[in-house]
């Protein structure tokens, strides 16, 4: 800064800004100081100093009566007077009428307009009724910061965005831009912006605005407002703003909710990512709103249509459906009909045989034909079969498997009594233990294993009971004989015919000419 002492025009212009706003501006210039940058203008300092020293004592006065929008803080209510601070010992008074919209209070910022300064009692008299405007006419000597001001984006560096405003070049940093961080800023060249002034320094013609400031009271006057009129029960449409692991926030237009992840979607999901994303328009329902801590619960799913209210006649009994397995479970699958409707499709209805696990049935992702066999919508439950949705084998498993005969099947599992063997879809039977083999087994899998192909032979159907009796020993057939067992085969049946022989002899009566002989 210059070295000038007591300098009323540099004290007047004085940078006052909090230390966010500092760091932005820092990293904005790139790590150049504002000594530096004073050097660069050390002509124009020189002489803007000399004529602020060739000034009156009483300019101060002057500066304080200089019309425009100041920015100040209520620090005392008294007998329909409010004072307010307007930085450094500048104070302004108002009268508490001039709040049309809503008391005064205590500690609070407002905007207020410079109407003159009262020598006598040496105050700022304040107006609301004009405060916030944009001020058309403002020059090195009138601007200051609190002020609004319309600019020109004329071009953009790493740090932020320049603006030409009534031929003042002005920076306004990256951060300042909008509500929230942008990661291109350069859409705004070109454009005509209404910000605020940060920081104004006449004698170094530096010039630091923000549109932030301008967009967060903008916000702060629609989220009262919106507050007012909002009720609970309400449908609002807003603006994706922010997604988490627990939600979504909804910008409703100056107030943001938040809408939890079980009030996102009438279907199960694991992430918000799956339903919305940043920037999504969505319409939601007003479940509470927290006028005083400005807090609102939202809810996608109940500003839709609710798929359970007609689902009983959509979907009776016996109705036949597609769906999508969503998951697995020991029980059985939860099924998905439609967006925000799911069935339960339990183990006993997956298969007309017995299966240990759903998991050898259906796996997440499968599309399956369903049939309906019980809807409860007040209950949201809906109970579907995947056997029923196919012919019954055993209604014609008498007709097709008769005793003795001998078919293909293929081992689906085996137990200490035996094994299971499936002769068609659906239809199994079971082979005991004692007719795995013609040879003595200690245990059934040392004669089978699951999925081996056998051939067995049909023993009994019991329809009504739906069990099948099987036999593998007794569908074994015998292999040819060998040479030397046809000859001893041959030779044992020629015995047995002169046996047959001499018993036939004996059975005519006595043989006399044989017994002479034996006499």
């Known amino acids: 800064m210059s070295n000038l002492p007591n300098d009323p025009l540099k004290e007047k212009f004085r940078p006052n800004v909090d230390s966010d706003l500092d760091r932005e501006l820092n990293e904005a210039l790139g790590g150049m100081s504002i000594e530096q940058i004073e050097a660069q203008h050390a002509a124009a300092s020189a002489a803007a100093a000399a004529a602020a020293a060739a000034q009156s004592p009483d300019s101060g006065v002057a500066d304080l009566a200089r019309h425009g929008v100041r920015r100040g803080r209520v620090v005392n209510i008294r007998k329909g007077d409010v004072l307010v601070d307007l ?41 609301r009724r004009t405060a916030g405007a944009v001020q058309q006419q403002v020059s090195w000597e009138t601007i200051e910061p609190g002020t609004l001001v319309e600019g020109v984006v004329t071009g953009m560096n790493k740090g932020g965005l320049e603006l030409q405003i009534k031929g003042m070049r002005a920076f306004m940093p990256a951060g300042q831009v909008n509500l929230f961080f942008e990661k291109d800023i350069s859409v705004y060249l070109g454009q005509k912006l209404v910000v605020e002034v940060t920081q104004a320094d006449a004698l170094t013609h530096n010039l630091v605005v923000s549109r932030r400031n301008v967009l967060e009271r ?115 699958a939860f099924v998905e009909i439609e967006e925000g409707v799911e069935g339960l499709l339990p183990v006993s209805e997956m298969s007309w045989q017995r299966i240990r696990s759903p998991k050898d049935v259906v796996k997440p992702g499968d599309t399956l034909r369903l049939v309906v066999i ?39 599992r085996v137990v200490d009594f035996g094994a299971f063997v499936e002769l068609e879809p ?82 005519g009566g006595l043989d006399f000419d044989y017994w002479n002989k034996k006499l």
């Open 426 to 507: 659906g239809l199994e039977g079971l082979v005991h233990i004692s007719e795995l083999s013609n040879q003595r087994v200690r245990t059934a899998g040392d004669a089978v294993k699951a999925g081996q192909e056998v051939r067995v032979r049909i023993l009994e159907v019991d329809k009504d009971a739906r069990r099948v009796s099987l036999s593998i020993r007794r569908a074994i057939e015998a292999p040819p004989p060998s040479p030397e067992q046809l000859a001893a085969i041959e030779a044992q049946k020629k015995k047995k015919a002169d046996r047959e022989k001499k018993r036939s002899e004996l059975k």
């Open 87 to 127: 930085g450094g010992k500048s104070q302004g008074i108002i009268s508490e009428l001039q709040f049309d919209d809503e008391p005064p209070v205590v500690g609070k910022e407002y905007d207020f307009t410079v109407e003159r300064y009262d020598a006598a009692e040496g105050l700022v008299v304040l107006s």
């Open 374 to 412: 019980a809807v409860d919508p007040a209950q949201r439950k809906l109970t579907l079969s995947l056997k029923q949705a196919g012919p019954d084998p055993w209604k014609e498993a008498a007709e097709k498997f008769a005793p003795d005969m001998i078919v293909a099947g293929k081992v689906t």
């Open 218 to 332: 903008e916000k702060e006057e629609a989220k009262k407002k919106l507050l007012e009129e909002i009720q609970e029960g309400d449908n609002r449409r807003g603006t994706v703003r922010s997604v988490t692991d627990f939600g979504a926030f909804v910008d409703l237009g100056g107030a943001d909710g938040l809408v939890h992840v079980s009030e996102m979607s009438y279907k199960r999901i694991r992430h918000p990512s799956e339903v919305v994303k940043v920037g999504d328009q969505v319409d939601v329902k007003i479940l509470k709103a927290d006028k005083q801590s400005g807090k609102l619960s939202l809810s996608m799913r109940q500003a839709m249509p609710d798929p359970w209210a007609e689902l009983g006649e959509k979907y009776p009994v016996a109705t036949a459906v597609n769906g999508k397995v969503a998951r697995v479970e020991n029980f059985g």
